[in-house]
């Protein structure tokens, strides 16, 4: 069984397009993330949510808009989709993003979405 | 406030060792290792947190300098299956999100 999933494993596009990537974790963890991986590997953190409440909001353009329906999904759609958007989109979950101001919990990444606009 | 790696890049032969450290200009609370194999996704690899401590994962342990700010992860006698990405991801209280280093890249050859 997958823990954490991600649908489409790859997307490509044009610009302008809008689109939706879908993350499901069926570890029963409490929150859920979406990190960015550009062409040169940078690992940078979009998003999280905790229990379907935004807990990060990192500096993201407002054209990307995450939605949790429930605590087991954490979608992540993009609107008017630019060149600069082309990377690999990680979800990740953690049973708890923090207890109690401790470290932030270990996090299980899903396979990523390779997007690509043209 | 991106936590910096050195070296980029390394290669190895197989049973040679290796040391990916991992700065930060500021005074560090928590340090995670992952790493992540061409084509996946990262994988935990061990926490560690102020005090100086070390951990170990098979023969791959890390240490915590706390005054320095930095932390190094040591892999010993390397296999082939340790190629990969290594990411530091570093958090400076327990209220701060996690930043994670430009990585690592290493590669073990026969």
């Known amino acids: 069984d997958t823990a954490v999933s991600q649908t489409p494993k790859y997307l490509v596009t044009q610009m302008g397009n809008d689109k939706s990537i879908k993350c499901e974790q069926n570890l029963g963890h409490d929150t859920m993330y979406w990190y960015k991986q550009d062409s040169k590997k940078f690992l940078k953190i979009m998003f999280s949510y905790n229990n379907k409440e935004l807990i990060i909001n990192e500096t993201v353009p407002n054209r990307f808009s995450p939605k949790s329906p429930d605590k087991a999904h954490l979608n992540l759609h993009i609107n008017s989709l630019e060149l600069g958007d082309s990377a690999v989109y990680f979800c990740a979950s953690s049973q708890e993003g923090r207890v109690a101001g401790g470290p932030s919990d270990t996090q299980y990444f899903g396979p990523g979405t390779r997007l690509t606009v043209l | 406030q991106q936590p910096v790696q050195s070296p980029q890049a390394v290669i190895l032969r197989e049973g040679e060792d290796a040391v990916i450290n991992c700065s930060s200009s500021?005074?560090?609370?928590?340090v995670h290792w992952y790493r992540q194999k061409h084509g996946e996704a990262p994988v935990f690899l061990m926490i560690l947190l102020k005090g100086g401590e070390q951990k170990g994962h098979e023969k791959i342990s890390a240490s915590f300098n706390e005054k320095k700010q930095q932390s190094s992860l040591y892999l010993t006698a390397s296999q082939l299956s340790y190629s990969g990405t290594y990411f530091c991801?570093?958090?400076?209280?327990?209220?701060?999100?996690?930043?994670f280093g430009k990585g690592t890249r290493l590669s073990v050859i026969a």
């Open positions: 991801g570093t958090e400076l209280s327990g209220n701060t999100p996690l930043v």
């Open positions: 500021k005074a560090l609370y928590s």
